[in-house]
């Protein structure tokens, strides 16, 4: 495919803005390049574009689109979508096949890689995985945050009978949630929107006020984006119980880790998944993200988007390609 050195994307670098002559790019040895169809708007972006990271670049991770250009003739011309961590593939981790872990990694949209708020995006080959035409783009553009949320069942075993508490309304806990009802669990959705929490249980989920639980939980799973989500999820988590982090949040936050230490709590850190859990769970219907978009954009209105994400009552802002 022909295509001109210049394109347009959304840029940071001390604030952010559309332009028309961003440089396209230039994919690697082992690289391909992707055209977005569509790309989603979360809190880490929102955070990117108040500073967080240092970050300066295309923003954007959550995508999918079709490979335009790959020496790979199973990728061209493709649907795909790509896992976020780009590892070195020559340290320890690359190859134990946790490039996510790579010391060396880049990240799209967060981490010395550009991202996908722009026509063109390029990462490893290995990082690509091809869709099924089944999966409309406005459902495979959430595979990496259903991936993250499908990485709890990796790590932890969760027998259906144990309490699951989701603190955090908004994208991720929404995501989790809808997770663990489509692997039935019936966890419970906490948090402090109603109009949020209310569309939650029109989905089928349990809610309720975060201020108003008083239960002890099994599982806590902090998806607050906040550091007060952990002093919360320390509250409400029994003792022996295990409390999940999914949360990045950008500020710091004061915590007594005593309780951990009295009531021998267990602590995980739970970040980026495997995508093809992901894939199959929404091929197979197990969740449907679709009713969480709140509104979508063309590239070029993408400050618009942005502005839209920040308010709080929406769940999932998309940008379209042109």
Known sequence: ???????????????????????????????????????????????????????????????????????????????????????????????????????NRTVLGILGRDGAFAEFLRLPDTNLTVISDSIP????????????????????????NQTIAVIGDGRLGAIVGLALKGEKYQPLVAGHHREKLARLAELGLDTAEESSVRDKFDVAIDCSGSGSGFRRAIELVRPRGKIIL?????????????????????????????????????????????????GAFRLDEGLAGFEAAKNPLNFKILLRAP
């Open 1 to 103: 495919m022909n295509r001109s050195i210049l394109m347009r994307a959304l840029v940071f670098d001390r604030n952010l803005e559309f332009r028309g002559d961003y440089p396209d790019p230039v994919a690697a040895p082992g690289e391909s390049i992707v055209r977005v169809g569509v790309a989603g708007i979360c809190g880490t972006d929102l955070e990117i574009a108040r500073g967080y990271m240092q970050y300066r670049g295309v923003p954007g991770h959550e995508f999918a689109g079709r490979v335009v250009e790959s020496k790979n003739a199973s990728l061209e011309g493709r649907r795909v979508v790509g896992e976020i961590n780009a590892g070195c593939g020559r340290c320890a981790m690359c190859a134990s096949g946790l490039a996510r872990h790579c010391p």
């Open 137 to 160: 783009d406005e459902v495979a553009v959430f595979t990496e945050p259903v991936a993250a949320a499908y990485e709890i069942f990796e790590q932890v075993h969760l027998s259906r």
């Open 246 to 294: 999914k949360s990045t949040a950008a500020a710091a936050a004061e915590i007594n880790l005593a309780p951990i230490v009295v009531n021998e709590i267990t602590v995980i850190g739970s970040r980026c998944g495997r995508f093809q859990p992901a894939l199959d769970a929404l091929a197979a219907g197990k969740i449907d993200p679709r009713p969480l978009i709140d």
